[in-house]
């Protein structure tokens, strides 16, 4: 959630640990390629991604602009993602919050608080950053009945159709089911479900991209990628990430108009790697 607002936050913020250096496992998604990642050491803001820089004359190219929406587990694959998206010519602004991020209002106190902070972010990021795609990985919060959620994520696709701009759902990855949200788990387990529903009646105002292919659907499983905490991801996971994300949206009609993943070993090794993100996540690859 954002700072002007106190709820408790799924991610866990520990200052006193520093990035440190170390050599990453090979991506998953660049076995192939035979790329490794290789931590950075540096310290990076946690909403920002890092990587080749965007020219004028490449985004003109691409035509493309993500604003990239969702809670925290968003912001943990953040840094990949603006570092691969960039590497590709395209301009990417991450609206990621921790500690919120749903557009769903539902019934409790907190999520309307969240939901109404979010649509007014929302409507600055549209006028300010012009999104052409506004991509919305469902959160962890995003609590309510199927008809709530549908209703917000009808909204949202009406709100990127306004803005000119193709809306993408995400679902939420596979996570660990702790006491705060098991009494939340009903809600949860619906919501990428009825985002679906809604990408598949947009008459393709919105496009639902199935990361359960990615993620698989155990969080304890190891193609789940989830960092010690069983909710976010490490260095590896973003990356994974990063790189299925891209190959995706290139399938789209976006692909059409001149967008093609970048190369996965000219963003990989980024400085995005020593983003502050994974090591108070106490990632050690």
Known sequence: MNSNHTSRSRYPYTSSLRPSRHVLTTVAAAVALGVALVGCGGSGSG???EGKSTTAEEVRRTGTK??????????????????????????????????????VAG??????????DT???????????????IAYQVTTY??????????AYEKLVRTAEDAGAKAVFVPTPPIKIDGFYEKYEPQMRTASPVAKEVADNSGGAAVFLDAARLWGTDA???????????????????????????????????GKKGFTPAAVETWANGSWTGNDRFAKLKCDG
């Open 66 to 103: 993500v604003l990239w929406m969702g809670d925290s587990i968003a912001g943990a694959e953040g840094p990949a993602l603006g570092a691969a998206l960039k590497a590709g010519g395209v301009e990417f602004k991450d609206a990621s919050s921790d500690g919120g991020g749903t557009v």
């Open 119 to 133: 649509w007014r972010q929302l409507a600055k990021n549209v006028e300010s950053f012009q999104p052409t795609v």
């Open 142 to 151: 995003d609590w309510g009945s199927r008809d709530q959620q549908r209703a």
């Open 220 to 254: 304890s499983a190891k193609k789940a990628q989830r960092a010690s905490d069983g909710i976010h991801n490490c260095q590896q996971g973003a990356a994974s990430f990063a790189a299925w994300f891209a190959t995706e949206l290139s399938k789209t009609e976006l």
């Open 47 to 49: 909403g920002r991604a």
């Open 107 to 116: 019934n409790e106190k907190i999520t309307k608080m969240i939901a109404a």
